[in-house]
Every structure is written in C-alpha cells, then in structure tokens.
C-alpha cells in the first residue's frame, strides 16, 4: 500500500518563482492536510479540506493556495514563493478516528 | 481553540533507562489525543492514540500514554528504552467532531545513549 505520496522529495525555488506540491492518498480518507516543519516549531497546519470540495484555511496559510482536485488528490501551491518559505513540508489523510497518515515530505528551499 | 505543548525540546536517556516525554493540551472542548514518532528524513508515524475509555493506551513497541483529564496531560512513557528508539515525538490533539483538525506540539528529541 502506497498510503500518501508527495512529489517532489526535494525542491529549490529561487525567490519570486511558483510552484505546485502534490499529494495523492489511496486509502479513501475524505480529510486531506498540509503541514509545515521548521525547526524548533514543530508542525504547522497550512490548510486543510475536511471532504472533496471544501477547503479551509488553518494557522499559516499566508502565501499558499491549496485545490481538492478530487477525493485522492490535494495540492498546495506556491504563487510567489519567499525564503520565509523554505521548509520542510507534509501532506497527511485522515478519516474519522483513525489518525493522521503522513506523507515522506518535501524538503523545499527557496534561495 | 486547542493547543498542545511539549516542554522538553531535548530528552537524552541512557539506554535501558525509563523515559517520560510530557505533553499538556488546552481545549475548551473534548479532544481525541495522539502520539506521532518521526525518524530522520521520514514522515510521521501514528504510535498511539486516546480516543475514549481507558485512559492507558499503549503501542506495540513497548510505550504507553496516560491521558489525565484533571491535570490535561498525555504524557508518553516506556520503561526500558532501545537505541532504536532515538527520535523526535510529537504529541497532536483533535477536536471529536466536525473537522479532524490536528494540532501538534513542538515536538521532543528523544536520544537514547549507549
């Protein structure tokens, strides 16, 4: 079982270029997540979509924008990505009382 | 609004040696508690989970996490730890409705000495 997948692993963006992380879960979770990781900071909730159509925003969402393509698929995208955005990111499935299931992450820096 | 905070970034332990990572959580509503291991340049892993019932849960690798309503902690425990056992660990809480919003602490570094 694949669970979820994030591409790509790693990532350089210089300052002002875009970008689209993806994610994709084959468990049929209706909750998808991104997350953050900075050091010292633990994880961060970006955005999240409770069930396919709907998205919300969570404590960072300053500088992103996140589509629930459809129930597998939800991807963040950086518009004009900063170096205050260099991290290392996650995406994660949920459904009801199981948990959150992580993704490997992707290890972006912006220069 | 829920938080979650782990006091102690760093825990150096030698190993065979018990070890207690502490977790405090503020809710003004009920939450749903969890235990996430992370080894280097890996995503998260689910250890444990307290959902309802009895407030001991514990994992299949020998730790266990007491959830303690008056004192609002889930503080995690195992009584012999393993070199293997060297990582970060993140306490996460979520509301028990709606969304399934997971908040995390800020994590504590477990590092198991020979």
């Known amino acids: 079982n694949a669970g979820v997948t994030q591409t790509p692993k790693f990532q350089v963006l210089k300052t002002g270029q875009s970008m689209t992380l993806q994610c994709a879960q084959d468990?049929?979770?209706?909750?998808m997540y991104w997350y953050r990781q900075d050091p010292g900071m633990g994880l961060r909730l970006i955005y999240y979509?409770?069930?396919?159509?709907?998205?919300d925003k969570g404590e960072v969402p300053n500088g992103y924008n996140v589509s629930r393509l459809n129930k597998r698929e939800f991807s963040l995208r950086l518009e004009s990505a900063a170096p205050s955005q260099t991290s290392v990111y996650f995406c994660?499935?949920?459904?009801?009382?199981?948990?959150?299931?992580f993704g490997q992450g992707t290890r972006l820096t912006v220069v | 609004a829920q938080s979650v905070t782990q006091l102690d970034s760093q825990v150096p332990v030698f190993e065979e040696a018990p070890v207690e990572l502490r977790c405090n959580y503020s809710?003004?509503?009920?939450?749903?508690l969890f235990w996430y291991v992370q080894y280097p340049n890996q995503g998260l892993q689910l250890l444990l989970k307290?959902?309802?019932?009895?407030?001991l849960v514990e994992s299949i690798n020998g730790f266990e996490a007491e959830f303690n309503k008056s004192q609002t902690s889930f503080h995690l425990r195992k009584p012999s730890v393993h070199i293997s056992d060297t990582a970060e660990y993140f306490c996460?809480?979520?509301?028990?409705?709606?969304?399934?919003?997971?908040?995390f602490g800020t994590g504590t570094r477990l590092k198991v000495l020979a």
């Open positions: 809710s003004s509503v009920s939450v749903y």
């Open positions: 307290y959902l309802s019932g009895s407030t």
């Open positions: 979509s409770a069930s396919e159509g709907t998205t």
């Open positions: 996460a809480s979520s509301g028990t409705s709606g969304t399934y919003k997971y908040i």
């Open positions: 994660a499935s949920s459904e009801a009382l199981r948990g959150a299931f």
């Open positions: 468990m049929n979770h209706n909750s």
